[in-house]
T-cell receptor, first 116, second 112 residues
Framework: EPEVTQTPSHQVTQMGQEVILRCVPI?????FYWYRQILGQKVEFLVS????????KSEIFDDQFSVERPDGSNFTLKIRSTKLEDSAMYFC??????????????FGNGTRLTVT | GDSVTQMEGPVTLSEEAFLTINCTYT??????LFWYVQYPGEGLQLLLK?????DKGSNKGFEATYRKETTSFHLEKGSVQVSDSAVYFC???????????FGKGTSLLVTP
């Protein structure tokens, strides 16, 4: 069964450094998402992406964050200058159609980001 | 704003016991409701969903009924197995956007 893959599984970075989290969505999916889960807290929506532009974003997704689909297969999340509070598990997801009521989201296994 | 509240874990059950994980929600309008499951070392997977009041979602022996009057979507299974050990997330989508609004997750451990 096709799956969403995320790399790396664990990333350690120093405060103030830029980090790029990488995701390969399912190949025929058109909608892409990033979520994060700070330890002990809820899974939180960050951003959705369709047709090479952001379709929706949360308050968390400020100017420090950006997303890109640099080629036909990858979908990346960049954090420009990491803060301690960015430490979390970051999940990428994709879906065939927009809106989770239409089409289920398929999630990757996550990248654990640790900012020191 | 929209929110989901689910029971605190961890929940520990013996094999073949009955499972209930409570989930209540706050939302305007008529959201769609979901249960996702995360097995150890894996990503979140859709377990079941319901898109309107009184709908029952079911999958792999799990069931949940969309109760508008009590704003609830409790997850149940009649007889759990060790392989059901995982973290279960209740979530809603307001149907006006793309975002899923998740609860904190409930960890379930089933012992032989």
């Amino acid at each position: 069964e096709p799956e969403v893959t995320q790399t790396p599984s664990h990333q350690v970075t120093q405060m103030g450094q830029e980090v790029i989290l990488r995701c390969v969505p399912i190949s025929n999916h058109l909608y892409f998402y990033w979520y994060r889960q700070i330890l002990g807290q809820k899974v939180e929506f960050l951003v959705s992406f369709y047709n090479n532009e952001i379709s929706e974003k949360s308050e968390i997704f400020d100017d420090q964050f950006s997303v890109e689909r640099p080629d036909g297969s990858n979908f990346t999340l960049k954090i420009r200058s990491t803060k301690l509070e960015d430490s979390a598990m970051y999940f990428c997801a994709s879906s065939a159609a927009g809106g989770s009521y239409n089409s289920p989201l398929h999630f990757g296994n996550g990248t654990r980001l640790t900012v020191t | 704003g929209d929110s989901v509240t689910q029971m605190e874990g961890p929940v520990t059950l013996s094999e073949e016991a009955f499972l209930t994980i409570n989930c209540t929600y706050t939302a305007t309008g008529y959201p769609s409701l979901f249960w996702y499951v995360q097995y150890p070392g894996e990503g979140l997977q859709l377990l079941l969903k319901a898109t309107k009041a009184d709908d029952k979602g079911s999958n792999k022996g799990f069931e949940a009924t969309y109760r508008k009057e009590t704003t609830s979507f409790h997850l149940e299974k009649g007889s759990v197995q060790v392989s059901d050990s995982a973290v279960y997330f209740c979530a809603l989508n307001s149907n006006s956007g793309y975002a899923l609004n998740f609860g904190k997750g409930t960890s379930l451990l089933v012992t032989p």
